[in-house]
């Protein structure tokens, strides 16, 4: 079903002989705002709460984190048969059904934790309720939120770019270091204004009126239901050889087709099925990349503050060093999305390898400088382009290796794996600082591991149907 707003722009030309408005510029928009709404599941604003959470409910950091952690692991199982389901039922119908439970999670998780402390502090399951009521609502929100919600984006915008998708994901992702830089302060003061649990019930109401709008009177699932082709060409265009033999290209690899309409044409090029990706080495080399970058990152942004006072710096400097991080990946988002669009994805996986191991042996070694905070920075600033340049690789990669038949499921299980990255990284950085007595370690080993995966990612190589591990 075609939305008003798509059948009249769809059909606006200057002339007879002029092209109809692109409607994919629209589509960029709306998966913008939709990756933006991902943020009540997103570490950086569950973090936020972690204070105002755990004064209430009466628990340790150990066991928020713990909660956190077991949440997460089990919010990214179901992540691939999301991406199933957007396969056949198309992405509009799958993203209006997660974000309105998203919404209900978000109003939900605070009456359900105020029903669980009002059981009698002398019955001794009281903690246990406790823990699974809130393991439950950290499950939904990061279920829906930061996994289905940003997956769902993510390969919506994959159905309507293909040479131009790397500039199209900078554009998408921009709106996450606004988030970053501006959700946290205004989070704390609407906690500050009422209580946690009301702060989230408005921060669902937000995703509600944000989202529910654009989805029935503009979202269109692919460009074939309007009469239109990828990147707004006037014709389907084939699909282009990516063989390995230069470095830079003209014209980026394209997609292939997928996740159209009955009786619509297919564009050459070949449609991996999600088995046949998984035997292949290129799934593996990219997944490795993002699921370590992915359990770092997170390990980073959710371990702020920690991590600045074992350098004896203030908790201004923690809001500092994110600001950092968010400035950054703002600034280089949309030059990495043309490089993307122009670099093969072997040189961009594996300078991006690089710049984790570098951002991870900066802070490592941060407290033994005559400078922490310069080092604090830095590493920041370096994790900033590291993560800026994997998370927009992610989409284009297996759009254009895999094609885009069955590209939800592909990128649904890559972002089951990332998930559970997202998952274990600050639980392991937890556990080590608590045996150690600091992160150092935690991270020079990251910095080692991620190098050697940037090593293994320069030999990425564009899949065959037949190839396998």
Request: with cysteine; glycine share 8%.
């Amino acid at each position: 079903m075609n939305t008003p707003l798509a059948n009249l722009l769809a059909s606006q030309r200057s002339d007879q002989d002029a092209r109809p408005f692109f409607y994919g510029w629209v589509m960029l928009a709306i998966t913008t705002l939709t990756t933006m709404a991902t943020s009540p599941g997103q570490s950086f604003v569950v973090g936020t709460f972690s204070d105002a959470i755990r004064e209430d409910l009466g628990i340790s950091l150990s066991e928020f984190s713990a909660a956190y952690m077991i949440a997460t692991f089990c919010a990214s199982l179901p992540l691939t048969l999301v991406g199933r389901l957007s396969d056949k039922r198309g992405t509009r119908f799958v993203m209006t059904l997660v974000t309105i439970a998203f919404g209900l999670a978000c109003i939900g998780i605070g009456p359900a934790a105020s029903l669980a402390t009002s059981i009698s502090p002398d019955n001794a399951f009281r903690p246990w309720m406790i823990l699974i009521v809130l393991s439950i609502g950290f499950f939904f929100l990061r279920f829906l939120g930061q996994g289905a919600l940003g997956l769902v984006s993510s390969h919506a915008l994959a159905m309507w770019y293909e040479r131009k998708l790397g500039f199209a994901e900078a554009i998408r992702h921009l709106g996450m270091p606004l988030a970053v830089a501006l959700l946290p302060t205004g989070v704390l003061a609407l906690i500050a204004a009422t209580n946690w649990s009301i702060a989230y019930a408005v921060l669902g109401l937000s995703v509600w009126v944000i989202v529910l709008p654009l989805l029935l009177l503009a979202y269109v699932n692919t460009p074939e239901d309007i009469n239109q082709n990828l990147d707004g060409d006037p014709y389907p265009h084939p699909h282009h050889n990516q063989d390995d033999q230069i470095d830079i290209e003209l014209d980026a690899p394209s997609v292939g087709d997928a996740g159209l309409p009955a009786g619509a044409e297919a564009t050459s090029g070949p449609q991996f099925t999600l088995r046949q990706a998984l035997r292949t080495r290129a799934y593996w080399i990219v997944t490795a990349s993002m699921v370590l970058s992915a359990a770092v990152g997170t390990s980073f942004v959710f371990h702020t503050q920690p991590m600045v006072a074992d350098l004896g710096l203030s908790k201004t400097s923690a809001a500092a060093a994110v600001g950092t991080f968010g400035v950054v990946s703002f600034i280089v988002t949309v030059p990495f999305g043309f490089l993307i669009d122009k670099v093969r994805p072997r040189l961009l996986l594996a300078a991006a390898g690089l710049l984790l191991g570098f951002a991870s042996t900066l802070f490592a070694f941060a407290s033994s400088t005559l400078s922490p905070l310069f080092m604090l920075h830095a590493s920041y600033f370096t994790l900033g382009l590291s993560q800026s340049l994997l998370f927009l690789l992610a989409s284009p990669i297996f759009a254009r290796f895999y094609g885009r038949t069955h590209h939800g499921a592909i990128r649904g299980s890559l972002t089951t794996f990332m998930v559970i990255g997202t998952s274990a990284g600050p639980f392991v950085f937890a556990f080590w600082r608590e045996f150690s007595g600091n992160f150092n370690q935690v991270y020079l080993a990251s910095g080692i591991a991620a190098i050697i995966l940037a090593v293994w990612a320069s030999r990425l190589q564009p899949p065959r149907l037949e190839s396998s591990l």
